[in-house]
């Protein structure tokens, strides 16, 4: 039998959509009886796929309790020549943070400082977090391809991307004019 | 058959206006970039090519993104013979004998068994649309909500038994995918579920946001985890394609049937894709082939299997998508949702209400072999070019296009948030190693599904017995527990075998495990 914490593992995050379905599946009391008479109502068919994933859920709890072992989990097809090699990759987790977090940042920042800045910025910090060292390539890179996507978009596909608040929106103006998008 | 053909024709006039012949073109140079990229999976670079298509017609949209599914089943083809690089899964097995073959001396024959392979394959797929489509189309014309609720339960149940080993794991990714699908004002009650008093909600999650954040945004954050390890390529190497003699193909008469005929199975049956199409073609030459002993070792069989049966899956597809508006796969999932972004719903209606489109479409798919291949044979040098570019920079712009992606298709901030939510949720799910594929189906599929079952519940005074008592819907009922059945068994006999293996004293066990 596997150790008691990857076991734990296994389970985690099986108990963390159960409780999730479960908390749904009361949440669906409040529309539950909007249904007419004769009828199954709005609820049914979010709660039969509640009730499924519940089961699914504690079978694989109980499963990584009692019968833990290793789960198949490539894919179903005839194990045929040679094995590839393993993605032995190591993990890091504050590039990823990283990413992330940029990545939430770059939302608000938007809407603050418009597509243009904002997009300049998000692409030169992906590229420095993702461990690219070369600040004139990465200079360059962020504002053309930013140049790129604003003149594709805004003049040929005609989306409408944001242009910020305050003085920003005044500076996105003017680079859509150089641009010659209007 | 002549009316088909006639119909055909008027498809390839279609296909010469100038917005279908430049979709054409560029799904196949992007198409083939993406292949190439080992960043960039054949079905996000589709779900990214789709903020595009907003401002065109439904049959340009349509073209460019089949376009781009069939050439990206070949593209990644030179990176795993020359560089041992797999663009896609579905080129693994790919490697097994091509790299092999190029390491001999022979990476020209080995790409020239490849684009044999491509075109063969190409050529079978569009001809297997084309023959197959009217008939599936004609034959669910019979279909009422019962059967559509069990075609789509067969649809559903086939992703999910074959996107990967584990069934639970699969079956959480398609309920959360229903779930989602089920947010919003429903539309028989107009009733608020699970909105929270979030009025963005009310609206619903687009399944747009869903498949970019999942499968675009997820999978940069996966590989930022890993580091961007990927190095640039050497992509000065000398690339030249030197096609098969005639007698040497005569040679592989039994290769190209067996792959062929499994392709388009694969491509038919839900959930089977290109990937398990090219693995399942391997694996059958490794058990029937004629030179099965030599596989793995750099022989045209090892090439031309999965090559072909991969291409091969594409039209299989298609038969289903456009007959009963069901995607058997994550690219035709999107193919689908580009559809639906254009107002046209495909179903067995379309051949009588587009049937323009709809021919315009199969034309697309023989031009796109022969473009393809064309592409391939002379312009392979220039595309890659692309894999100089480091990992971070490519990532960088995909994240972008992610975003873009996402917002152009209602201009909407919110969308932007969910894109970076579901990226989240992506990347979890690649962490913990659950498919995204019937997430993204479930969100697709589910109000198809909820109301084909509430239709057919209001219309049978909620008999649940129906599914199973009318004979079509019976049938695929009956099928669909047998596709959730098959991993169960198969996981049950693994179990049996790894017992014994375990079991087994050593002597023996060395003996079984003997290459």
């Not at chain 2, 896609?88 to 392979?117: C, F, H, I, N, S």
Request: charged share 10%; glycine share 10%; aromatic share 12%.
């Amino acid at each position: 039998m596997p150790p008691r914490g990857a076991r734990l593992r296994a389970a985690l995050p099986y108990a963390a959509v159960l409780l999730g379905a479960v908390f749904l599946y009361f949440r669906a009391a409040e529309f539950a009886m909007m249904g007419r008479e004769g009828n199954l109502g709005p609820a049914f068919w979010p709660r039969a796929v509640l009730l499924l994933l519940m089961i699914v859920c504690l079978l694989e709890m109980l499963r990584v309790a009692f019968f833990f072992r290793r789960e198949p989990d490539e894919p179903i097809v005839p194990a045929a020549g040679p094995v590839p090699e393993e993605d032995d990759a190591p993990r890091l987790p504050a590039l990823l943070a990283g990413g992330i977090v940029i990545t939430v940042l770059y939302v608000p920042a938007m809407e603050m400082m418009g597509f243009f800045l904002a997009t300049i910025l998000y692409l030169a910090a992906f590229m420095w977090i993702g461990r690219y060292r070369r600040p004139i390539v990465v200079a360059v890179t962020s504002v053309l391809g930013t140049i790129a996507f604003v003149y594709v978009f805004m003049k040929v596909v005609y989306v409408s991307l944001p242009l910020g608040a305050g003085p920003f929106r005044q500076f996105s103006a003017w680079v859509l004019a150089a641009l010659g998008v209007h | 058959m002549q009316d088909v053909l006639l119909q055909l024709g008027h498809g390839f006039m279609h296909l010469g206006t100038p917005t279908n012949a430049l979709a054409l073109v560029v799904g196949l140079v992007v198409g083939m970039l993406v292949a190439v990229l080992p960043g960039l999976t054949l079905v996000m670079g589709v779900v990214l090519a789709l903020p595009f298509t907003y401002g065109m017609a439904v049959t340009p949209s349509i073209v460019l993104l089949t376009a781009m599914y069939l050439s990206g089943t070949y593209g990644g083809a030179f990176t795993s013979i020359l560089f041992r690089i797999p663009g896609e899964p579905l080129d693994v097995p790919l490697l097994w004998d091509g790299y092999p073959m190029a390491r001999q001396g022979q990476p020209a024959k080995a790409l020239g068994w490849t684009l044999l392979a491509a075109l063969i394959g190409g050529l079978i797929t569009a001809v297997s649309a084309v023959a197959l489509a009217v008939p599936f189309a004609k034959f669910a014309l019979r279909f009422d909500a019962p059967e559509y609720f069990a075609i789509l339960m067969f649809g559903l149940s086939g992703v999910v038994s074959l996107a990967g080993g584990s069934l639970a794991k699969a079956l959480v990714s398609l309920c959360v995918g229903l779930l989602l699908a089920s947010v919003g004002v429903d539309e028989t009650y107009g009733a608020d579920r699970f909105t929270f008093g979030v009025p963005m909600l009310k609206d619903g999650i687009e399944y747009l946001t869903v498949m970019v954040g999942a499968y675009g945004l997820g999978e940069v954050l996966t590989r930022m985890e890993q580091g961007f390890v990927t190095p640039p390529m050497d992509a000065s190497r000398k690339l030249e394609t030197r096609f098969p003699s005639w007698r040497e193909i005569r040679e592989l008469k039994g290769t190209i049937g067996r792959s062929s005929f499994i392709g388009v199975l694969c491509g038919i049956v839900p959930g089977a894709g290109a990937t398990v199409g090219s693995f399942v073609a391997y694996g059958v030459e490794a058990q029937y082939g004629k030179n099965r002993g030599k596989l793995g070792t750099g022989i045209p069989e090892g090439i031309v299997a999965p090559q072909l049966a991969s291409t091969a899956t594409v039209g299989g597809h298609m038969v289903p998508l456009l007959a009963l508006g069901i995607p058997g796969s994550g690219a035709t999932a999107v193919i689908l949702g580009a559809f639906l972004l254009h107002g046209v719903q495909p179903g067995p209606q379309i051949f009588q209400t587009s049937g323009d489109m709809v021919y315009t479409i199969f034309a697309s798919m023989f031009a796109a072999v022969l473009g393809m291949c064309l592409l391939g044979y002379f312009a392979i040098k220039p595309l890659i070019w692309v894999l100089k570019l480091p990992e971070a920079v490519t990532s960088a712009f995909v994240a972008l296009f992610c975003f873009v992606g996402a917002y152009s298709a209602r201009n909407s901030v919110t969308d932007l948030w969910m894109i970076v939510a579901f990226g989240i949720v992506g990347y979890l799910f690649e962490r913990f190693r659950f498919p995204i594929a019937p997430m993204v189906l479930g969100c697709i599929l589910g109000p198809v599904a909820e109301n084909a079952f509430m239709t057919s519940m209001i219309a049978y005074k909620n008999d649940w017995a129906i599914f199973f008592t009318r004979p079509i819907s019976g049938v695929v009922m009956v099928m669909t527990l047998i596709a959730l059945g098959f991993p169960l068994v198969r996981q049950f006999r693994e179990a049996i075998r790894r017992d014994r293996v375990a079991a087994a004293p050593i002597g023996d066990l060395n003996h079984e495990v003997r290459p």
